[in-house]
């Protein structure tokens, strides 16, 4: 079984009785694929942010259970933990985990975004929150304005939300 398949039913199984949050992950996930392959992100930097798109709500399990909610601040303050564990139980290199961990902690976080990982995830992530959430064809557009940066995710975007293209 390749990383990701064996990683995403790992999720599955930690995401138990939550079929919306499995859901969200495999959205995300594919989004950020998308995005990287279209940005052209070298390998090892695709697969640290597929990983991290697999996991970035793994702290909202935890943060139901303490805080009754999955507030954004408390995934990123829950999640990095609970991720270093499930990533050092499937063998995952060091080096990889600190950034996954890294990438967990600050997706709700959308400044000083550094690297085409963080970018790309905090995009995917958006991509997938604006349809769930069903927000407003002028939320997608000043989403689009403020946060996304990719060629490819802003197309997406665009696409995906009938926005007229940027000027």
Do not use: W
Not at 41 to 51: A, D, F, G, V
Not at 75 to 104: C, S, W
């Amino acid at each position: 079984m390749d990383k990701n398949a064996e990683l995403i039913r790992a999720m599955i199984r930690y995401d138990t009785g939550m079929p919306k949050q499995i859901q969200h992950f495999l959205k995300v996930y594919e989004f950020a694929h998308l995005i990287a392959v279209g940005e052209g992100i070298r390998e090892q930097t695709r697969q640290t942010l597929e990983t991290a798109a697999i996991v970035h709500d793994i702290g909202i399990r935890n943060s139901l259970k303490m805080y009754g909610d999955s507030d954004g601040k408390h995934q990123e303050q829950l999640g990095p933990e609970e991720a270093r564990t499930l990533l050092q139980n499937l063998g995952y290199p060091e080096v990889q985990i600190r950034r996954v961990e890294f990438l967990v902690g600050h997706h709700h976080t959308y400044t000083d975004i550094e690297g085409d990982d963080y970018q790309i995830l905090v995009e995917a992530d958006f991509l997938v929150n604006l349809y769930e959430d069903g927000e407003s064809e002028k939320a997608a557009e000043a989403v689009r304005e403020k946060i996304f940066r990719t060629k490819t995710g802003k197309d997406i975007c665009t696409r995906m939300f009938g926005l007229k293209p940027e000027a």
